[in-house]
């Protein structure tokens, strides 16, 4: 059975973009990412860590359910950073 992971809501970031006048490089830069991994978490083929989440929550404020879906599907094996522990299911 796969485990649900969070995936970033695109639709509500891209308002986010526009509604603050901020490039998708300047958020992931505020965000501390790399704009290449933040453009593959927003075109849904990576995923956060609970770090990177948090990290990217402080900066766009507002909860985790503003932001994320949880969606079933398995990690990327190659991703470390869409690696989730076993836990709750909340993001």
Do not use: H, T
């Not at 490039?23 to 990412?33: F, G, H, I, Y």
């Not at 927003?42 to 994320?68: C, H, K, N, Q, T």
């Not at 990327?76 to 522990?85: E, I, K, L, N, T």
């Amino acid at each position: 059975m796969a485990n649900p992971r969070p995936r970033l809501r695109r639709e509500a970031v891209l308002r986010y973009l526009i509604r603050n006048s901020l490039s998708q490089k300047q958020l992931a830069s505020d965000a501390r990412l790399s704009e290449g991994f933040f453009s593959q978490v927003l075109s849904g083929r990576r995923s956060l860590s609970a770090r990177s989440r948090g990290r990217l929550l402080a900066v766009l404020g507002g909860g985790v359910e503003d932001w994320f879906v949880l969606e079933e599907g398995e990690a990327d094996p190659r991703d470390p950073d869409g690696v989730q522990p076993p836990g709750p299911r909340n993001c």
